[in-house]
């Protein structure tokens, strides 16, 4: 990502939160769907015969990073450990487990973004408190966020809840723009440094802009490993992870989030 923030009109954002829907509406089938013994590879299935089905396709299937294989499948779906990017696979998931499937749909030239957590089964006491930071942190973000504000207002409210929670926010991989491209910008992060405060370092939520905000949220440390070549990106400490998105955008009047339904 480089450059300026896109500014999208009342017509083109339109567009997105139809692109939008579609993705909400993916993630409910995923929460009908998930229980013992269904696997990854279903909840993908199902999830592209949907996006099909409702004119679009996914940004995901074949998108390109240096180095690394054409990521093969329509969504992401990252179980316990696995931050983001994980391949849905044949596995038959847990009583217990955590699966985040991270959701997109591109149609009609635009893109609606969007990720969850779901518990398998009955999760453990531990499990439903590092989903309740994570969600909680996500609205908390939302909720920091204002036409003509400080989207470094935003990053602390998710950082402030989630520390205040006793777990920690992933610096490695953060947010974006999105609108015509999957990634653009701004980075939209989950932590502050002392420049977000600096003049010259503050980025104003200005009407038109349309962000993805993503807290993905660790039960340890919040450092990450991954494969230079494979997409999948684990914990470091191998302790649980969740990750929750949404699309939303900035109005004049409102910040108006675009993937929920």
């Known amino acids: 990502m480089s450059g300026r923030p896109n500014l999208y009109s009342p017509r083109q954002i339109e567009l997105i939160r139809d ?3 579609i993705v909400a509406e993916c993630l409910e089938i995923v929460r009908k769907m998930v229980a013992p013994g269904v696997t990854t590879r279903q909840l993908d299935q199902a999830i592209a015969d949907h996006i099909a089905k409702s004119g679009g396709r996914s940004p995901f299937k074949g998108y390109e990073l240096p180095g690394k294989v054409p990521f093969p499948a329509s969504v992401c779906a990252s179980v316990n450990d696995v931050v983001v990017h994980g391949l ?3 596995k038959p998931l847990k009583n217990g487990d955590l699966v985040s499937i991270d959701v997109g749909c591109y149609k ?3 893109i609606g973004d969007s990720a969850w957590t779901f518990a398998v089964g009955e999760p453990d006491e531990g499990a439903q408190k590092l989903m309740a930071a994570g969600v909680d942190s996500l609205y908390a973000g939302i909720a920091a966020m ?3 504000g400080l989207l470094a207002e935003a990053s602390r409210a998710v950082q402030t809840l989630v520390e205040g929670r006793g777990f920690t926010v992933v610096r490695d991989y953060v947010g974006h723009g999105v609108g015509q491209s999957l990634h653009e910008e701004p980075q939209v992060r989950n932590y502050v440094e002392a420049k977000d405060w600096i003049p010259g370092f503050r980025t104003v939520l200005k009407p038109g802009m349309v962000l993805a905000i993503e807290p993905m949220v660790n039960e340890g440390g919040p450092k990450v490993q991954g494969d230079a070549v494979q ?5 470091e400490d191998g302790g649980r992870s969740v990750h929750f998105e949404h699309t939303v955008a900035i109005l004049p009047d409102r910040i108006e989030i675009l993937t929920k339904l």
């Open 231 to 235: 997409w999948p990106v684990r914990t």
């Open 146 to 148: 204002k036409p003509k």
């Open 88 to 90: 849905p696979d044949d």
């Open 19 to 21: 692109s939008g829907r």
């Open 108 to 110: 009609n030239g635009y």
